[in-house]
């Protein structure tokens, strides 16, 4: 059944990261070009602008937002009663606050439809090491993740896996200066054609994530990994977590990232003590994911040293 509410597009993204390419790209689009009244909510000036009389063809009315104050429902509200928009798109800010928008309550009769982050990635690595938690709240919030101005040089797959860390739903998409989408193969240290796949300490974070999207390629195989054990009274019975702490993008969001064992012993651990576990993978339903999950039946748990660095990073 089709949503009866006026959807509502955000793309999000810093200056010149290509939002307004995007959202004139869009509107051309056949799917788009229906007629409906639309509303784009304009909150920044890029050097892109606008062409009112391709705006006025799609009718749609562009309407900036000057200050971030102005962005709250009683804006929004107004917005829909004067325009009575079929459709809104909002090209965000990206040096506004995401909270706002995490804040925002919209009009009864919208609904968010869908929430784009352009990347440019000509830039990304400059964003990234200066900006780094602005960065990964727009990523967080986002069904699509966009990286526009792409070479096949970059490090794209580090990139994915770096998405991959803080938000592992949303749809990551390529492309090259000509708009053309790059295919981006996920490059594993490790070889999947044997039956025991031994990780290396920097090997951690890239398992964790491709086995989340490809179950398939690891149940009944087994692993060897180190990492810390997680023991808890919440858990059930004959069960730990052994994982490791990652970075997701600053010294001050650091995440624990595990996988339920079944382990008869679990109670001779001690939380959080270096353990080297050696499991056999499944893929099966259990409480602590409230649906299914990777559950690793241990063959083997050690006691072992600290790593030099005991951090996971995802590159």
Request: proline share 5%; glycine share 6%.
């Amino acid at each position: 059944m089709k949503d009866p509410r006026i959807p509502l597009y955000l793309i999000t993204g810093f200056l010149d990261s290509g939002k307004t390419t995007l959202l004139t790209d869009t509107l051309n689009m056949d799917y788009f070009a229906d007629g409906q009244r639309t509303v784009l909510l304009m909150c920044e000036d890029g050097e892109t602008e606008y062409d009112p009389e391709q705006l006025s063809r799609l009718n749609t009315r562009l309407v900036p937002v000057q200050d971030q104050a102005q962005l709250n429902t009683s804006f929004l509200q107004e917005i829909d009663r004067r325009y009575q928009p079929e459709r809104v798109l909002l090209e965000y800010n990206g040096m506004w606050p995401i909270q706002i928008l995490r804040d925002l309550k919209l009009p009864k009769t919208w609904g968010l439809y869908q929430a784009i982050d352009v990347i440019d990635g000509s830039t990304f690595e400059m964003y990234r090491s200066n900006m780094q938690s602005m960065v990964i709240d727009m990523v967080t919030e986002a069904d699509m993740v966009l990286f526009n101005r792409c070479t096949p040089d970059m490090p794209l797959s580090g990139w994915k896996r770096s998405i991959r860390a803080v938000n592992r739903m949303c749809e990551i998409v390529f492309e090259d200066e000509k708009g053309e989408e790059l295919e981006v193969e996920d490059i594993l240290p490790y070889s999947l054609e044997a039956d025991t796949i031994v990780l290396e300490d920097e090997d951690y974070g890239i398992w964790y994530l491709d086995i989340q999207e490809h179950p398939e390629h690891y149940t009944g195989k087994t692993v060897v990994f180190r990492a810390q054990a997680m023991t808890s009274m919440k858990l059930p019975k004959g069960t730990f977590i052994p994982g490791r702490n990652a970075m997701t993008c600053c010294a001050e969001d650091i995440r624990f990232f595990g996988f339920l064992c079944k382990y008869d012993r679990s109670r001779s651990l001690k939380k959080g003590e270096w353990v080297m576990v050696a499991a056999r993978i499944q893929w099966e339903e259990s409480p602590v994911y409230q649906g299914e999950g990777v559950v690793l039946y241990a063959q083997r748990v050690e006691r072992a040293d600290r790593p030099d660095d005991p951090l996971v990073y995802f590159r």
